[in-house]
């Protein structure tokens, strides 16, 4: 998790920090690979590319064994700039080479929780997220989970009755394999020129996001106050990441990657209740959200 404050660091702190973590959406291209005929990419580059100066950041995404110090070399040869690799085959070269390795799609960047409080933390937001998820919608978008919930619901209490045991085995592995993801909770307001940036699980607002600020994370974004600034969810590329925000008013929105700046959102979520999330086909779908 990181915090900064634009525009206060320089009057809060007597002495200039030698360095300071932002949260910034940048861009690149990926590019990806099915051969490692170095021949046939070279072939491709020349009829892709109109010039050797583009100083593109690309991100190499490889299906096959790639001699990734050889490739790299190419990639800089026709005015590409690698900066890293999608994780899979090319990992332990990657970090022989100082690369970076990102996460493939739709994978969480994982965190090693500091302590049992945390996890105790986890199990209440998750628990708290399947309630959600059960809970009919007031909205265009339709609910069909009453009867598959009903019938779920049952199911599970007769699990219970049944085997008492096989349930505290089940809730320990739940709790091991959440072990690797942190949610933050943040209590104090965003104001205009702060970033937080949180990456290895939920990031969880109890206050305002100002005009001006932004809250990122590669999971859910939750905002309990009002939600003006940018705020970002999925962003290493999760698209099951969605956003919650209890006064919807944003500057830019995203989830995985695809946005939607303030003055394209549709007119009825402005100031409501509203969940966001992006559905492949149908880019981000905006719900309003049921108080009642």
């Given at each position: 998790m990181t915090i900064s404050d634009n525009n206060q660091q320089a009057l809060d702190s007597p002495e200039i920090p030698a360095l300071a973590f932002y949260g910034k959406m940048l861009t690149f291209s990926r590019l990806q690979f099915s051969t490692d005929d170095f021949a046939a990419i070279a072939s491709q580059l020349e009829s892709t590319l109109s010039n050797k100066n583009s100083n593109i950041p690309v991100l190499?995404?490889?299906?096959?064994?790639?001699?990734?110090?050889?490739?790299?070399?190419?990639?800089?040869?026709?005015?590409?700039?690698?900066?890293?690799?999608?994780?899979?085959?090319?990992?332990?070269?990657?970090?022989?080479?100082?690369?970076?390795?990102?996460?493939?799609?739709?994978?969480?960047?994982?965190?090693?929780?500091?302590?049992?409080?945390?996890?105790?933390?986890?199990?209440?937001?998750?628990?708290?997220?399947?309630?959600?998820?059960?809970?009919?919608?007031?909205?265009?978008?339709?609910?069909?989970?009453?009867?598959?919930?009903?019938?779920?619901?049952?199911?599970?209490?007769?699990?219970?009755?049944v085997n008492a045991t096989t349930e505290t085995t089940l809730t320990a592995e739940t709790l091991i394999s959440a072990e690797h993801i942190t949610s933050l909770i943040y209590d104090q307001m965003l104001r205009s020129g702060q970033s937080l940036n949180h990456v290895g699980g939920d990031l969880i607002l109890t206050n305002s996001v100002n005009s001006g600020a932004e809250a990122i994370?590669?999971?859910?974004?939750?905002?309990?106050?009002?939600?003006?600034?940018?705020?970002?969810?999925?962003?290493?590329?999760d698209k099951d990441a969605r956003i919650f925000c209890q006064v919807f008013n944003p500057?830019?929105?995203?989830?995985?990657?695809?946005?939607?700046?303030?003055?394209?959102?549709?007119?009825?979520?402005?100031?409501?209740?509203?969940?966001?999330?992006?559905?492949?086909?149908?880019?981000?779908?905006?719900?309003?959200?049921?108080?009642?």
């Open positions: 190499i995404d490889s299906e096959v064994e790639q001699d990734l110090a050889a490739l790299v070399e190419l990639l800089w040869s026709w005015g590409l700039q690698p900066i890293g690799v999608v994780t899979g085959l090319l990992d332990k070269q990657a970090r022989q080479l100082r690369l970076a390795i990102f996460p493939a799609d739709g994978k969480r960047i994982e965190r090693i929780l500091p302590s049992k409080k945390a996890t105790t933390q986890l199990s209440q937001v998750a628990a708290s997220k399947d309630s959600a998820q059960t809970t009919p919608a007031n909205d265009s978008v339709s609910s069909t989970t009453d009867n598959s919930g009903s019938a779920v619901n049952s199911q599970a209490a007769a699990t219970t009755e994370t590669d999971n859910n974004l939750h905002v309990y106050g009002r939600a003006q600034g940018r705020l970002v969810a999925g962003a290493t590329g500057s830019l929105v995203s989830v995985a990657g695809t946005y939607c700046l303030r003055d394209n959102l549709p007119e009825h979520v402005i100031d409501k209740s509203v969940e966001v999330r992006y559905l492949e086909g149908q880019g981000l779908v905006f719900t309003v959200m049921d108080n009642a």
